[in-house]
């Protein structure tokens, strides 16, 4: 760890320095009136530096807090990295949140400015605005300054009547909070500090060959760790450019038309595309499918020829030909430029890893948490090993502590390195769980299980609070077969349960979009879902697709008795967090009469 060289001490250094650096390059596209419209760096420098003014005069100073509440956009940038100069610290959070979890928040970090998304989020704020007592400024970002809030552009022109040079913080210097998703109650404030960041950003100077030319289109939250330093921060300081997309549904036409590089995303995206790839084969039928299977077929036989250091020039010549007939058309659908895929925040399937590495798209997976800044491993060129979640980047180090588990190989993952957080906020018992050692060499216990190869390359088991034991004392941690049942194509989401119990059920939604199609090739109604889902020829279907995405896994892992339900897990109901995690507590306690029944019926 001793070796790693930093190229930012701080998030004000890397700012200044693209901004030098790449004036006229394009920054932030955004669409409108059914173009993209660009910001180059420039541009975005001169907002950032009214913004600083703005908020300076408004009495923001260093180790204050400004809060925002918006999707990506570039005012959320501008906000942050004003904040930044200012050396206080910015406070994210997701527009689908809860109000309650909202003022939580902003009582929790003590926001004395509060950035808002719309008018309409401004005036649920303002219903609780009495309860904040620090809060003193809001601004709006679309639509009219009601409720005593400002408009950005009022903002700007303020600041730039009062401008205010920026201060560059010391590395230890905080350079916000990000609230952990809470699926076990209350958000934690997780403190990460300039070097947290801007040494993060430093390692993925080191390990990846991202440049000015490259382009990302922006989907994941920058209210997450991961989207705002792998994507936001990292590509700012390399000069690259973030399409801003519309919204999730518009993910891939907005691909054709931003036609990134570079895709940053979660595991749920990577197997939206894996299904909807599959779900065209299968409508295509005939000589269309049978192409694109000999085209995976093949991609697949030159991977496994080149892990045995081998090679066939048939299987190259074919692949040329296949890549032309298929894959090419296959990457158009995504712009037609994309080579880098990067996933992280929950463990990809192995199977989805290499069917988008087969399309000719190199896939990456990373691992981390906010907690660690985010990045604490993650394959790179050259470093590559497909199932994996790649080496600890420069300047970290993982160990795993097998005494929790008592298994011989598999342990839980313990980090150590420049991207371990400060703490949570006013939480000293859940620091002391969470740390080890002290100093330069403290330590951060993640509560993932995982084991470290030969080479050291690390493997993510699953998440030990997440494991429970069977009645027959078998353990089980169910959410890697719940990744491996979504790739059904039928199957839209679902959750493993078995703790104290003889054996697993599942409660399985239905992809209804496929199961609809399905029940009218079989004559059935698919007009009440509530209906369809109890109609035996449809049960008689989930336990087929239970039963053959399961196939690889050990007898007493697998779902023996499951219920199909209409109703999907979503954010708006508290059964996903933000970031699109299962809460198990609220489903359990949703559908815990359902869960028991099943049980029942068993006997």
Known sequence: MADFEPKFQNLVELYQRSVESFPDNPLFGTKKDGAWVWMTYEEFGEKVEAMRGALAKLGVEKGDRVAVIANNRPEWAVAAYATYGLGAG??????????????????????????????????????????????????????????????????????????????????????????????????????????????NVSAIHVVFPISAEDRSLSFLPWAHSFGQTCELHALFSM?????????????????????????????????????????????AGGLKKKMFEAAIANAQLQKALANDGKSSGWADFKAGIFDKLVFVKVRERFGGRLKYAFSGGAALSKEVASFVDDLGIKVYEGYGLTETSPIATANFPGNRKIGSVGKAIPGVRIEIDRSVTNDPKHGEIVIYGHNIMQGYHGLDEENAKVFVGEGEDRGFRTGDMGYLDSDGYLYISGRIKEQYKLLNGKYVVPSPLEE???????????????????????????????????????????????????????????KKELDEQSSGFKQYEKVRRFLVIADDFTVENGMLTPTLKLKRRIVLKTWEGALADIYKQGK
């Open 484 to 542: 491996k049942l979504k790739l059904s194509t039928f199957i839209s989401n679902v959750m493993v349960h078995g703790m104290n119990e003889e054996y697993n059920v599942a409660l399985v939604v239905p992809d209804f979009e496929t199961l609809e199609r399905w029940a009218k090739d079989n004559g059935l109604d698919a007009s009440d879902h509530a209906k369809l889902v109890k109609d035996p020829k449809v049960q008689e279907l989930y």
């Open 90 to 199: 910015y406070v994210p959070m997701y527009e689908s949140m809860l109000d309650k979890d909202w003022k939580f928040i902003l009582n929790d970090c003590g926001a004395k400015a509060l950035f808002v998304a719309n008018g309409e989020i401004l005036g649920r704020v303002a219903g609780f605005k009495d309860e904040l007592p620090k809060l003193e400024t809001l601004v709006v970002m679309d639509g009219a300054a009601t409720e005593g809030a400002k408009t950005v552009d009022e903002m700007l022109k303020l600041g730039a009547e009062n401008p205010k040079e920026a201060i560059h913080p010391e590395p230890s210097d905080m350079a916000g909070f990000i609230y952990t998703s809470g699926t076990t109650g209350n958000p934690k404030g997780v403190l990460l500090s300039h070097k947290n960041i801007a040494y």
């Open 239 to 283: 000069g690259a450019s973030m399409g801003i997309a519309e919204s999730v549904p518009k993910i891939i036409p907005n691909l054709a038309e931003v036609q990134p590089t570079l895709l940053f995303s979660v595991p749920r995206i990577f197997n939206r595309i894996y299904d909807a790839l599959h779900k065209k084969m299968d409508e």
